[in-house]
């Protein structure tokens, strides 16, 4: 038996994208107590699904200047959507940029 591991969903991705995931990877989705969602699986399964292109909703509150900087310094695209911006790259990539900007807002807003 083979030990199972887990990678954080990022909060902003759509469900079929999620689903897509699970079904491509050969992953399951836990919730833990905390409320946070976790795919779970094979370590190789989990270090390909980094590798796959997503688009996530931007969290409210960064500035034009935020985005702009964080898409520049990370390997991702900005998008235009129904539900408003979105980050477009890999999940890999796109996780590095949503900590980013959270930090930037934080620094902006003294936290």
């Given at each position: ?62 500035n034009v200047s935020e ?45």
């Amino acid at each position: 038996m083979c030990a199972k591991h887990t990678m954080r969903v990022l909060s902003g991705m759509q469900p079929r994208q999620v689903d897509e995931m699970i079904s491509k990877y050969h992953l399951n989705m836990l919730q833990t107590r905390e409320g946070l969602l976790l795919f779970e699986g094979e370590l190789e399964d989990l270090r390909e699904a980094a590798k796959h292109v997503v688009d996530v909703t931007l969290p409210p509150g960064p500035n034009v200047s935020e985005i702009k900087e964080t898409v520049n310094k990370f390997n991702i695209q900005l998008k235009q959507s129904d539900e408003g911006p979105q980050f477009h790259g890999t999940l890999y990539d796109i996780n590095d940029a949503i900590n980013y900007l959270v930090d930037i807002m934080k620094e902006r807003l003294n936290m």
